[in-house]
């Protein structure tokens, strides 16, 4: 990340900006276009709360953050399109199928419901979100679930381990006890 | 603060040493416990800065995910574990946008939080409360506030125990330092209180040979040495003027000695003469009577014998013979008086004076004479020797007015020559005071025996009876005009007649 404060006060913005969602979205839980309002600052938080390995990620630094199922989001993950994390630029990327994610290195993957795959794989270098009832169960890392109307999540951290990801203890504790 | 001076300057010197070094290490404690005090205070507010902020920051730290992931409860409990510091009374953590998001109270404690991020640039002390708000930043962003509010309960704990050690500290530094000013104080003012005592000694028992113990070599035993120099000097005068009073008492002894060898010497002396004097007047008087018996008888039963001048022969010489009888009876009372110690008795000497008066006047009627007498007049004395005086002086104020038209005789108390004394005075011939010295020696006249007949002896006979009497006796006089004699008998009656 390059030093700037120009840069950093864009950063605190989006900042700003998502946690203003976050407060409509504590509002207004029942509304779906504020549900994934938070989902998607909730995938930013994930990159910045869990440590990938250094390796796997290509020239450009860019961190791929693919979804399967985008439709859902609308335009909940523009604010995050750009964004820098630990210097690294979050790119959007919109697969058609979860089994495109390898080859398009993503670093995050996020199933929509409705779009898991039979099987999901455990790729090294990637953080498989999703948002489905048993998603951990069928080799997921994440869960999204909502509960008495706020947005948990669940972890399943030896998949993500065997991932090679490190998750923030601090995540850790937050996740569904 | 007056009266305080006035009981210090009363105090003995070892007091007053006790009293100052005490007095001192006290300001000295109580200056050094001032400087730790503010020491203390400025360490506390940096110490309680140090740890509000690290509480702050890592409670912070600690919360980033859940204020990330937007969970109060976890944030809450987060806050929580702030109860284990007992002086943190309340904490809050404020979210992105400077919203409360969780908060914290300590037990028992009720308190409103603002519902926004209190503006606190740093560690803020009021009402013995401590506050400090941080931001909470994760991976280079802020993501929220922490507010943190502490009591400076430690500070007052920290003072509590800071006066607990000093107040010890004092106790123990005051009777350390008044126990070793008690020792120390006797270095400086024990021969100070041995010179006092040893002063007093020598006061008291006038004993100069007495010395102070020198026992330093400071000012003290200067002293010291100068007050045994001085005991010295006073010593070594005073055995001189012993020796010179010894001396003198001797020399006064001696003196008193030759004296009395003298007076006995002179009294023997005199004796001796008084009575050859006395022998030979007594003697003289046989013959004498023999010659004047023997012309009376040519005169009477041989008269038709001798011629005229013949007759005025034995006429002188019985004439002559007469006096000479005359001169050894005055010789004789001359010698009487001399001889005789006077018997003090109480006498009228206006009585006295009259007696003699009257006396004269029998002896000769014819003359007239204007007299008076001082009534009243008392005195100590002889009877009979100050009637011998009277018969003198009186006698001769008779004699030497005779030839006045208007003769006076006066006798009374006076003060003449500027001492009181009784007087006789009388308004005939006088004399020169020129002479006045030769009045009262015997056989000296101022006058032939053909203007006034006389002896020459009664002046002297009354000088020495005044003097038996331990009087005086003197005369003024101008010629033709009278004279007046004084005399006292004892200084102190002649005064108080006067």
Known sequence: MQPGSGKRRAAVGVAV???????????????????YQVKASYLYNFVRFVTWPSDVFGRDGAFQLCVVGAERFGAALAPI???????????????????????????????AEGAEAAGIVAERGMLVVGETPGFLSRGGMINLIETQGRIRFEINQPVAQQAGLVFSSRLLELSKR | MGGFLYRLRRLPISGKVVFMMCGLSAIKLLLICGGLIL?????????MEQKLTLLADVIGLNST???????????????????????????ALYDVRGHLFARYLRRGLERSFADSVPILPQLTFSDGQAELVRTVVFKGQSIGKMYILSDTGEWHDALRGLFGIVSVLVVAVLSVAALISVWMQRVVTDPITELVDLMRRVGQERDYRLRATKKSDDELGVLVDGFNDMLGE?????????????????LNLQLEQRVLDRTAQLESANKELEAFSYSVSHDLRAPLRAIDGFSRILLDEHSAKLDESGRDSLA???????????????????????????????????????????SLRSQD???????????????????????????????????????????????????????????VRDNGAGFDMQYANKLFGAFQRLHTVEEFPGTGIGLATVQRIVRKHGGRIWAESTVNQGSVFYFTLAQDEARAAA
């Open chain 1, 17 to 35: 900006a998502l946690v203003s969602v976050l407060w409509a979205s504590f509002a207004y839980p029942q509304t779906s276009a504020l549900e």
């Open chain 1, 81 to 111: 399109a750009g964004e820098r994390v630990e210097g690294r630029e979050i790119v959007i990327r919109r697969l058609d199928q979860s089994a495109q994610a390898r080859a398009a290195h993503c670093h995050l993957l996020f199933i």
């Open chain 2, 39 to 47: 020491y203390e205070r400025s360490t506390f507010e940096r110490q």
């Open chain 2, 65 to 91: 995910a859940a204020l990330a992931f937007n969970d109060t409860g976890a944030a809450t409990e987060t806050l929580a574990a702030l109860s284990s510091d007992d002086h943190v009374m309340a904490a």
């Open chain 2, 234 to 250: 006073i010593g070594k005068g005073r055995i001189d003027i012993e020796r010179a009073q010894v001396e003198l008492r001797q």
């Open chain 2, 316 to 358: 002188r010489v019985r004439r002559a013979a007469q006096r000479m009888g005359a001169l050894i009876d005055d010789l004789l009372k001359l010698a009487r008086v001399t001889r005789t110690e006077p018997v003090h008795e109480k006498l009228d000497l206006s009585a006295l004076a009259q007696e003699v008066i009257e």
């Open chain 2, 365 to 423: 009627s014819a003359r007239n004479v204007r007299i008076d007498i001082t009534p009243g007049l008392k005195a100590q004395g002889d009877a009979a020797l100050v009637r011998v005086a009277l018969e003198n002086l009186l006698g001769n104020a008779w004699k030497f007015t005779a030839k006045c038209s208007e003769a006076r005789i006066e006798f009374g108390a006076a003060v003449g020559g500027g001492t009181a004394a009784y007087f």
